[in-house]
């Protein structure tokens, strides 16, 4: 049953690993409805894949249909590394380069770069970060 502080998808095993299980999520017209719409990526295509590390992936197989949650505040933590800190981080060195002289059209290759750099050290950590983000598998 779904916690009032979690959200829960339901989808399609796909895929059944030693320790993980990946889960086609088909996105539905209740997203429409959902309060947590623009802050997840649900939203944005028709099927997204979710993997979700389990000790017991052996216990699911392929085209069973399940449910898989997460607790709401991660996808609150991912729009904040994937849209606010970037925002932040392009404006800000806009504003300092700008400040120091440079011109405009320099300044905004200098904000573009820095916040390509974020995304390139975003990506270097994604296995930390995948590590902190938990999604939970649970049958149907």
Known sequence: MKQPNQIEHKGTVALVGRNFVRV???????????????????????????????????????????????????????????????????VGALAVAISLGCLEGLSALISLGSTALYYAILYLFRNKISRRVVFTINKI
């Open 24 to 90: 086609d999520i088909e996105v539905m017209e209740a997203c429409g409805s959902c309060a947590s719409r623009k802050a997840c990526a649900m939203g944005q295509g028709t099927t997204r894949e979710i993997m979700v590390y389990t000790d017991d992936a052996q216990n699911y197989s392929i085209g069973e249909v399940v449910n898989v949650t997460a607790r709401q505040s991660l996808g609150l933590i991912a729009v904040l590394f994937c849209y606010v800190v970037p925002l932040v981080v392009l």
